[in-house]
């Protein structure tokens, strides 16, 4: 069993492969990472590492507003961060 918690543990995901064992672990690391690949191209970056903020958004207000970070689908950050 794979547990990945969210960013300030928001979210929680398990996965539980068909299969058990190191072979059907490495599987699913190498399908993770291909998947994450594919959505770094996407945002034109090679590595999580060039990840910044202006790259991530929140999908609830509550999250903005603890985070700081900006609402998905608004282009300028909340009021209450540019005080």
Do not use: C, K, N, Y
Not at 3 to 10: E, K, W
Not at 38 to 48: A, P
Not at 51 to 74: C, D, K, N, P, W
């Amino acid at each position: 069993v794979l547990v990945l918690l969210g960013a300030g543990g928001l979210g929680l995901s398990i996965f539980q492969p068909d299969d058990d064992g190191p072979a059907a672990l490495a599987s699913m690391l190498h399908d993770l990472r291909a998947g994450m690949t594919l959505h770094l191209r996407d945002l034109g970056l090679h590595s999580v590492d060039a990840l910044g903020r202006s790259h991530l958004r929140a999908t609830e207000l509550s999250v903005a507003l603890m985070s700081g970070l900006r609402v998905a689908g608004f282009e300028r950050p909340l009021p209450d961060w540019t005080r």
